[in-house]
């Protein structure tokens, strides 16, 4: 049964930066593609970042890049995201995606990710 638990969310004050994890298990992680996703209160989840199975693949949605880095260690089967400079409209539940891919561009749409984990908070206060 595959599981995907995220953690370290919080909140932190605007300028501030959080890690989140995502430790995977029920998979071999070196397989799957990785996301992260979220979604504020009263949108739609939204595409953040995803890496490739390898690691040398990597996206950004546009207003995260140059703050966000996604990295993921195979061996522990954890994938990250470092969110630096957080602003108020990062607040969201931050979610974690898995899916068995080959390509070296990773999915935006959340459609394209099979597994989900339940999300975790992050709230930027000004």
């Known amino acids: 049964q595959v599981q995907l638990v995220e953690s370290g969310g919080g909140g932190v004050q605007a300028g501030g930066a959080l890690r989140l994890a995502c430790a995977a298990s029920g998979l071999s992680l070196t397989l799957y593609t990785m996301g992260w996703f979220r979604q504020a209160a009263g949108k739609e989840r939204k595409f953040v970042a995803a890496i490739n199975r390898s690691g040398g693949g990597t996206a950004y949605e546009d207003s995260v890049k140059g703050r966000f880095t996604i990295s993921r260690d195979n061996a522990k089967k954890t994938v990250y995201l470092q969110m630096n400079r957080l602003e108020p409209e990062d607040t969201a539940v931050y979610y974690c995606?898995?899916?068995?891919?080959?390509?070296?561009?990773?999915?935006?749409?959340?459609?394209?990710?099979?597994?989900w984990g339940q999300g975790t908070q992050v709230t930027v206060s000004s």
């Open positions: 995606a898995a899916v068995r891919d080959r390509t070296w561009s990773p999915p935006k749409r959340d459609d394209a990710y099979d597994y």
